[in-house]
């Protein structure tokens, strides 16, 4: 509900705990927007500005696994949108990290947006 009505502004949300353990809703937002109170059932709340919205991280999840099935990056073992630190993680092999950056670079996908995570093996849950 939130996501949808904040759009483009929208750059994820989560819950923090104050140092009494009440909970904070704190929603990252990439442009200032005017918030309806009824989202937030009156709790404390908490604007974290971010430079990337959910979308541009989603979009980007989906070019890499386009770029995946085509075979145009290999060896990536997961990845994920961190809302926290508005960020696509790719976990990998460290050899991987610089022809991910050039296909990043070539691409045109802002490097900020991605962290590389060193990760030597698949995981396994069997």
């Known amino acids: 509900m ?4 904040l759009g483009e502004k929208y750059g994820g949300s989560w819950i923090e705990y104050d140092t009494s353990k009440k909970a904070i809703f704190v929603l990252a937002l990439v442009k200032p927007a005017t918030l309806d109170d009824n989202y937030f059932c009156k709790s ?3 604007i974290a500005q971010v430079k990337y919205s959910y979308k541009y991280l989603s979009d980007l999840q989906e070019k890499i696994f386009s ?3 085509k075979g145009d990056l ?9 809302i926290q630190t508005n960020s696509f993680l790719i976990y990998t092999k460290s050899e991987n990290f610089s022809s991910i950056e050039e296909w990043l670079k070539t691409s045109k996908i802002d490097n900020d947006a991605v962290k590389l995570i060193k990760q030597n093996t698949q995981t396994s849950f069997n």
């Open 74 to 82: 290999k060896e990536i073992f997961s990845m994920n949108i961190e």
């Open 44 to 46: 404390k709340i908490k």
């Open 67 to 69: 770029a995946i099935k």
């Open 2 to 5: 939130i996501q949808g009505s």
